[in-house]
């Protein structure tokens, strides 16, 4: 077996024998056909069977080198889908950097906004209590936003178990101009966000209440399926009611968590270790309130 060097070496000179034998033969005057004693010249042929006998051997020479007959449809493919599988190995492990900057600059750019373009206006046209209840909800939801998603970038995702349009007004300012362009980016960004996370927001909602993940409702659905066809109702066994399931996820174990659990910031650990769960059927009511 020849190391890779020393098979395209030997290809090269390969190469380089065969241009070499021909430019021999046309210099003699003598082509490759001959038979019976009889030779053919390049003087007899013309320069039309010089030019084909170059091309034939020029097909020749490239067959000799790249011809492969284990090459098929899915070793070009591969070939192709090559750079692919490099971004996947090498750039993919970025993603996760990018996303949790973009999603930074973008909530930062809504808060300065706030600040420069909404709140003046606002502070000028509406009343004092309306003003402050803005004030106060604002700085409450960017209070929570900021919480969590700091903690859902820091805490650990743990590991498995080793077991298991009016008139035209007036020109406007550039200040005027900069502004109403942020508030319609500011518009255009927390409509597209409201919608995508509205819909999502609503599917894990129906998923918490049924008391499932979105693995585990692949996994019921095909036990559903499997179970009719013998005659049987599947039942989910963690499924506890719906609101007891939205207490478990919420971790609200007494009625004062709803404060300090729900409506306030708090790093309180889930229901359980993690690894085992209570069934709906080994218990009535998996939290006492």
Same mark, same amino acid.
């Given at each position: 077996?020849? %190391? ?8 090269l ?6 241009? *070499?034998?021909w ?25 039309g ?5 170059? #091309?034939s051997y020029?097909?020749? *020479? *490239?067959?000799?080198?790249? =011809? ?8 070009a %493919? ?6 692919? =599988? !490099?971004i996947?190995?090498?750039? $993919?492990? !970025? ?8 999603? +930074?600059?973008?909530?930062?750019? +809504?808060?300065?906004?706030v =600040?420069?373009? %909404?709140?003046?206006?606002?502070a000028?046209? =509406?009343?004092?209590? !309306?003003l402050?209840?803005?004030?106060c909800?604002g700085?409450?939801? *960017?209070?929570?936003?900021v ?5 859902a ?9 080793k077991? @298991? ?7 406007? $300012?550039f200040?005027e101009? $900069?502004?109403?362009?942020a508030?319609?980016?500011? #518009?255009? @960004? $927390? ?9 999502l ?14 693995v ?10 499997r179970?009719?066809e ?6 989910n ?11 478990t996820?919420l ?6 968590? !709803? +404060? ?16 085992t769960?209570?069934?709906a ?6 939290m006492?309130?």
């Amino acid at each position: 077996m020849r %190391l890779s060097g020393g098979r395209w070496t030997w290809k090269l000179s390969r190469a380089m024998r065969l241009v *070499l034998r021909w430019c021999r033969s046309c210099r003699r005057g003598v082509c490759g056909k001959g038979g019976g004693g009889r030779v053919e010249t390049n003087n007899n042929r013309g320069p039309g069977g010089a030019v084909a006998e170059l #091309w034939s051997y020029v097909k020749l *020479l *490239l067959r000799s080198l790249y =011809y492969n007959s284990l090459t098929n449809s899915d070793t070009a %493919l591969d070939c192709v889908f090559e750079p692919v =599988y !490099w971004i996947v190995d090498n750039v $993919t492990r !970025w993603f996760g950097v990018v996303f949790v900057s973009l999603v +930074v600059l973008l909530t930062s750019s +809504v808060v300065v906004i706030v =600040y420069l373009c %909404l709140l003046p206006f606002i502070a000028s046209t =509406y009343s004092f209590p !309306w003003l402050l209840w803005h004030l106060c909800c604002g700085h409450w939801l *960017l209070v929570m936003v900021v919480f969590h998603y700091y903690k859902a970038t820091t805490t650990h995702p743990g590991c498995p178990p080793k077991e @298991l349009f009016k008139p035209t007004p007036p020109p406007f $300012t550039f200040k005027e101009t $900069t502004s109403h362009k942020a508030i319609v980016f500011l #518009w255009v @960004l $927390t409509s597209s966000v409201a919608v995508a996370l509205g819909g999502l927001t609503l599917w894990h909602g129906i998923l918490i209440g049924r008391g499932e993940t979105s693995v585990e409702r692949h996994i019921n659905n095909k036990e559903i399926r499997r179970l009719k066809e013998r005659g049987k109702v599947f039942r989910n066994p963690f499924h506890h009611g719906g609101i007891n399931n939205w207490k478990t996820m919420l971790g609200v174990e007494k009625p004062s968590h !709803w +404060v300090t659990r729900v409506l306030l910031p708090s790093s309180h650990p889930p229901t359980g270790d993690g690894l085992t769960w209570e069934s709906a059927y080994a218990r009535r009511d998996p939290m006492a309130i």
